[in-house]
């Protein structure tokens, strides 16, 4: 009986302590958390001046002509009437809509597949890894540069040289058509950024009961029903958000069509329609006003996505 009273006694002092905390001045609490105020006041001050600031500055410009001078002048919403009136921007979002369906079928089916055979690999593991991440550790812009190198027309391409030696007509990659162009950029984007997708599905399968895979392997299942009926199932959080990732990603494409194609034959995404708004033609209200309207679109998606994680938890 004295234990309990003991331990009761304990229990209420407790709560004394905390309930005289929470009345404690303002300032005496201040004074206790000052340094981890400080810390977090850094973070906040570093994403209010690079990211919040930037955000608003951008809603507010695309209400706005502006030009390199700085003068502004309010216009409402005739950014948004002129670049919805402007063939090109339609015209890129027609390739970065193209884009992204590619990249969806090459750029997320492919790593997966990769993942999924590297997990059975039993020998030298880590060097296969390691040539797979290989490509995400050169230079993004020196490895467009490359393989621009590799798309050039006539003989002077690698890959063109590949098929003169084999005595096959060479290609014109990147001038042909629009549609091959894509394709080659997806390509180039698929092979530069594929590394790191396949660490995280390879660690997304590590997860993976192995119990299943016996019990599948019991039933007479081959590798292609595991990954659908096991691994597929067991893995599809992971997969919803690099899906979501993949969405976001592609279709903020800038730097291939920037370097590989400069923006020509049809491959100018809205990234770079925003590039071309505000540096080559000093139009930034145009610019602002179709980066706005990029964002409401990956917002939607963000929505979706959102909506399908919520609806995987809670299975």
């Not at 234990?3 to 001045?25: D, F, H, L, M």
């Amino acid at each position: 009986m004295a234990t309990i009273n003991v331990s009761a006694a304990t229990a209420y002092e407790a709560r004394g302590a905390a309930r005289a905390r929470r009345r404690a001045p303002l300032a005496q609490r201040l004074r206790r958390h000052a340094t981890g105020y400080l810390f977090l006041l850094g973070a906040v001050i570093c994403f209010a001046l690079f990211s919040w600031y930037p955000m608003i500055r951008e809603v507010i410009m695309s209400f706005q002509k502006t030009n390199f001078a700085g003068d502004t002048t309010w216009v409402g919403f005739n950014n948004y009437r002129h670049i919805w009136a402007d063939p090109d921007f339609w015209a890129a979002w027609r390739f970065s809509g193209l884009f992204t369906l590619f990249a969806l079928v090459f750029g997320f089916a492919v790593p997966f597949g990769v993942a999924v055979v590297l997990n059975e690999i039993r020998h030298m593991k880590g060097y296969f890894r390691l040539l797979v991440y290989l490509p995400v550790m050169i230079p993004t812009v020196a490895a467009a540069f490359l393989w621009r190198w590799f798309y050039q027309a006539d003989n002077g391409g690698l890959f063109n040289q590949a098929l003169h030696a084999l005595h096959l007509p060479t290609v014109g990659w990147l001038q042909s058509s629009p549609m091959l162009a894509t394709l080659c950029l997806v390509l180039f984007s698929t092979w530069a950024n594929m590394g790191s997708s396949v660490l995280i599905y390879l660690a997304a399968l590590q997860g993976v009961p192995g119990e299943l895979y016996e019990a599948a392997e019991l039933d007479g299942s081959g590798i292609l029903k595991r990954v659908w009926h096991v691994t597929i199932p067991q893995t599809r959080l992971i997969l919803s958000l690099m899906l979501m990732l993949q969405i976001v990603n592609t279709f903020q494409v800038f730097l291939e069509p920037d370097v590989i194609t400069r923006g020509s034959n049809s491959t100018t995404s809205v990234v770079y329609q925003i590039f071309d708004y505000a540096f080559n033609y000093n139009n930034f209200g145009n610019a602002a006003a179709t980066g706005i309207t990029l964002l409401l679109v990956l917002m939607v998606f963000g929505g979706i996505y959102l909506k399908l994680a919520r609806s995987v938890e809670e299975d």
